[in-house]
Structures are given as C-alpha cells and as structure tokens.
C-alpha cells in the first residue's frame, strides 16, 4: 500500500515535493527534512492533504 503524498515546506509553505509514503508504516502525516531551493536551506517539510 504506497500511495503519493505532498510535502510542503514549513517555512515558505510554497515549496513542496511529492513522494511516495507506505500507509502502513507511516499512518500519521510525515515530516521530513529536505533542501529548498527557495529559503536555499534544509527546512522541514510536512505532509499536506
Ligand atoms: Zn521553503
């Protein structure tokens, strides 16, 4: 069970990536860190719905 999710950066909350998240493993909203190019540094990005 994979399914696509957005995740949007917290600071800008312009920025967002996709990915694929297994509902299994992670039934919450996930929260990860990744670059963005926008605030051109690591922010934490949460899952949107
Ligand atoms: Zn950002």
Known sequence: M???VK???TKCEKHWYTTMKNKRL???RIEQK???P???EHTVFK???
Do not use: V
């Open 34 to 36: 990744k670059y963005c």
């Open 26 to 28: 992670h039934p919450d």
């Open 2 to 4: 994979r399914e696509i």
């Open 47 to 49: 899952e949107a719905r």
């Open 7 to 9: 995740l949007r950066c």
């Open 38 to 40: 926008r605030d051109r």
